[in-house]
Nanobody, 115 residues
Framework: QVQLVASGGGLAQSGGSLRLSCVAS????????MRWYQQAPGKERELVAT???????NYADSVKGGFTISRDNAKSTVYLQMNSLKPEDTAVYCC?????????WGKGTLVTVSS
């Protein structure tokens, strides 16, 4: 079955960096686009970044210039490099893949940014 396991969250200071990882299994990773979402306290889940199967990327305006999504097909892993972190980046981050119209979600990883 499809599994997505995110890790790398933690506590960072404003202006700091974190790198999130999401290891995928149960499907042919290299054939699918992947997404990172964030859900801040009291807010709805929002799309942060996407990477297509061929490596094309897109970002939410709120993270452009600060976050970078990448993938390693050999490791079935998608990454989110988060630089210049701000307190408003505090959220649970989770990865997502859509296969034949069905979305799959991994358990999120909590990022807390202190001012």
């Amino acid at each position: 079955q499809v599994q997505l396991v995110a890790s790398g969250g933690g506590l960072a200071q404003s202006g700091g960096s974190l790198r999130l990882s999401c290891v995928a299994s149960g499907f042919t990773f290299s054939r699918y686009g992947m997404r990172w979402y964030q859900q801040a306290p009291g807010k709805e889940r929002e799309l942060v970044a996407t990477i297509s199967f061929d490596g094309s990327t897109n970002y939410a305006d709120s993270v452009k210039g600060g976050f970078t999504i990448s993938r390693d097909n050999a490791k079935s892993t998608v990454y989110l490099q988060m630089n210049s972190l701000k307190p408003e980046d505090t959220a649970v981050y989770c990865c997502n893949v859509s296969i034949s119209g069905t979305p799959y979600w991994g358990k999120g990883t909590l990022v807390t940014v202190s001012s």
